[in-house]
């Protein structure tokens, strides 16, 4: 006799959210329908989504009668969906690194961080230290990291509590490069790695070396970023 894994129960919201997903730009009653709920319980679970920033409203105007809503998904309800982008993107870079020069690959992944930081040229450039700071963690929370900063008696310490690419880091380093050099371009000093959730961290942990000259705008990373042996 086969034991099988619990099936985790799909609630009524993840029922709307699937429906609204599948379906074209459903209503109100279809989704009511298709959750086997009334509209006045749709329509509090809609609130939620929509205050959630996971679902977008429409409006319908129609010749007669009264307008109505449609929904979607939005981008940021989009990554509550299951996706194959770690085996498709790990494909890719190693079809790259079979292709190309490992110099190759570093100036590609160079002028990913060049273009983040050319989007937001003039944002960060004449703020403060601790304003480019928060500013750091914005950009990097925008980039899926779940990042602080604080001040300590060793000094400014930033902590990745999560990272995104951590499934495709294992496997290509170059990845594990990308908010290293996001921290570099913004806060123009030395950052120094501490500690690695892939080494086995809890945390990925960098201190800012404020006593350290500036690192020149343009210049090589490698010679003012420390990392973790």
Same mark, same amino acid.
């Given at each position: 006799? @086969?034991?099988?894994?619990?099936?985790?129960?799909?609630?009524?919201?993840?029922?709307?959210?699937?429906?609204?997903?599948?379906?074209?730009?459903?209503?109100?009653?279809?989704?009511?329908?298709?959750?086997?709920?009334?509209?006045?319980?749709?329509?509090?679970?809609?609130?939620?989504?929509?205050?959630?920033? @996971?679902?977008?409203?429409?409006?319908?105007?129609?010749?007669?009668?009264?307008?109505?809503?449609?929904?979607?998904?939005?981008?940021?309800?989009?990554?509550?969906?299951?996706?194959?982008?770690?085996?498709?993107?790990?494909?890719?870079?190693?079809?790259?690194?079979?292709?190309?020069?490992?110099?190759?690959?570093?100036?590609?992944?160079?002028?990913?961080?060049?273009?983040?930081?050319?989007?937001? #040229?003039?944002?960060?450039?004449?703020?403060?230290?601790?304003? #480019?700071?928060?500013?750091?963690?914005?950009?990097?929370?925008?980039?899926?990291?779940?990042?602080?900063?604080?001040?300590?008696?060793?000094?400014?310490?930033?902590?990745?509590?999560?990272?995104?690419?951590?499934?495709?880091?294992?496997?290509?380093?170059?990845?594990? @490069?990308?908010? #290293?050099?996001?921290?570099?371009?913004?806060?123009?000093?030395?950052?120094?790695?501490?500690?690695?959730?892939?080494?086995?961290?809890?945390?990925?942990?960098?201190?800012?070396?404020? @006593?350290?000259?500036?690192?020149?705008?343009?210049?090589?990373?490698?010679?003012?970023?420390?990392?973790?042996?």
């Amino acid at each position: 006799m @086969t034991s099988e894994l619990p099936i985790k129960k799909r609630t009524t919201r993840d029922v709307i959210l699937h429906s609204i997903k599948s379906l074209s730009h459903p209503t109100v009653e279809d989704l009511a329908e298709a959750a086997d709920v009334s509209p006045v319980t749709v329509r509090h679970h809609l609130n939620a989504l929509l205050a959630e920033g @996971t679902i977008e409203a429409a409006t319908v105007r129609r010749k007669v009668g009264r307008p109505y809503y449609v929904y979607s998904i939005s981008e940021k309800g989009q990554e509550l969906f299951p996706k194959r982008y770690v085996r498709l993107t790990n494909r890719l870079l190693d079809e790259m690194k079979d292709r190309l020069p490992q110099s190759v690959i570093d100036a590609i992944f160079d002028g990913v961080v060049e273009n983040v930081l050319d989007d937001h #040229r003039g944002e960060f450039e004449h703020l403060a230290l601790e304003d #480019r700071l928060d500013f750091l963690v914005a950009l990097l929370a925008e980039e899926g990291f779940l990042c602080t900063w604080e001040r300590t008696d060793a000094g400014l310490r930033i902590v990745e509590y999560s990272c995104p690419y951590v499934s495709i880091a294992g496997y290509h380093a170059e990845v594990c @490069t990308f908010d #290293r050099k996001l921290m570099d371009g913004i806060l123009q000093l030395p950052v120094r790695q501490d500690s690695c959730i892939l080494q086995g961290g809890e945390c990925c942990q960098f201190t800012v070396i404020e @006593t350290a000259a500036a690192a020149p705008v343009g210049g090589d990373p490698s010679l003012y970023l420390e990392t973790v042996g």
